[in-house]
């Protein structure tokens, strides 16, 4: 436990870290505020009922989250501060009910995570990945590389047209993609056509892009039924969450070839990727970097240590979910 000089705030608060955060945030958190490593506890459980009344803050991420167990641990909590902009693992039904504040990181993330998007767009499209690996194996003097696929010209389904989403649109447009969409409702400013269904979506698209929340009411939203709306010549692009997808029912198509590729941020078990999945030529891997570049890492930090201040002065929050 560290008591330490207050940054700028008009009252002591104690804030519980519920795992390990952006490092340059925890230093910032441990400056200003009375705060305690809740992983770091050799007993996490002893450890919040001896303390649990403490703490009125709970910083936490997009990949720790927070349960309705922890919460309810917390009877002082007057905010869970979320690093990332997911908040599918907060129960936030457990948070309204108890009158806590949730907030999160959102638009500071949204170039990042649309590059990493058109950056998998493209590696599956003109197969990067394993351009570089025909260089390494040193087949390039003995054979030709198979041809890729242009993307100019093709359309791009974009499954939920959030400030990520768009950042998606403009992106693949200056490709020379044509875009649709996919989302809850039709947004009035956007000259792209709009799909009721996702399934009606991927049948025209050539390429399917998830941007959409995780969570119960997106889960396994993309199944087999479209997979099969996609076609053996479609491209699946995820870099919103696993859990959107079927990821059997992704890996059966891929093998199969119902769908040409798919490029993946995101998996239904983070860290662990089957190795069924590893073995496919025709996807493209990465460990959830869409955010993760120091800029907006650090960006996403700043708006954590922001809301949490904004609290602790009694002004509005700056983002609440
Ligand atoms: C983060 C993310 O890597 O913002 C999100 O929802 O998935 C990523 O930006 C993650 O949440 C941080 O742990």
């Known amino acids: 436990m560290t008591n330490t000089a207050t940054e700028s705030l008009n009252r002591p608060i104690d804030v519980l870290i519920a795992g390990p955060l952006h ?20 007993d996490s459980r002893a450890f919040l009922s001896e303390h649990g009344t403490r703490f009125e803050v709970l910083a936490t991420s997009g990949a720790i989250g927070a349960d309705k167990m922890l919460i309810e641990s917390l009877p002082n909590l007057k905010l869970i501060a979320s690093f990332g902009v997911g908040v599918d693992p907060i129960d936030l039904q457990a948070a309204a009910s108890r009158g806590v504040a ?3 990181t959102p638009n500071v993330l949204n170039g990042c995570v649309a590059d990493a998007a058109l950056g998998l767009l493209l590696g599956v499209a003109r ?21 890729g696929t242009k993307i ?5 389904g974009i499954v939920g047209m959030g400030g990520i989403g768009r950042e998606i649109a403009s992106r693949v447009v200056a490709c020379g993609m044509r875009v649709a ?3 809850p409702t039709p947004k009035s400013d956007l000259p792209y056509e709009y799909y009721g269904s996702v399934i009606d979506l991927a049948r025209v698209a050539d390429v399917l892009v998830l941007s959409l929340p995780g969570g119960d009411k997106t889960r396994h939203l993309v199944d087999g039924h479209v997979h099969e709306a996609l076609g053996p010549q479609g491209i699946l692009i995820n870099v919103a969450r696993g859990s959107v997808v079927d990821e059997d029912a992704l890996e059966n198509a891929l093998k199969n070839g119902e769908i040409g590729g798919a490029g993946l941020d995101v998996f239904a078990n983070e860290p662990h990727v089957p190795s069924s999945m590893i073995a496919l ?41």
């Open 152 to 156: 100019g010209g093709k359309l791009c």
């Open 127 to 147: 197969r990067i990945a394993e351009a570089d690996r025909f260089i390494r194996a040193g087949e390039w003097t003995t054979n030709k590389f198979p041809l």
């Open 102 to 104: 949730v907030t999160n």
């Open 181 to 183: 969409y996919y989302g």
């Open 281 to 321: 030529k025709n996807v493209l891997l990465t460990p959830h970097i869409g955010s993760g570049t120091k800029e907006t890492r650090e960006a996403m930090a700043h708006l954590v240590f922001e809301n949490i201040d904004a609290m602790v002065r009694g002004l509005p929050l700056i983002s609440p979910v």
């Open 23 to 42: 490092p340059g945030l925890m230093q910032r958190l441990e400056g200003a505020y009375a705060t305690s490593r809740l992983w770091e506890q050799s």
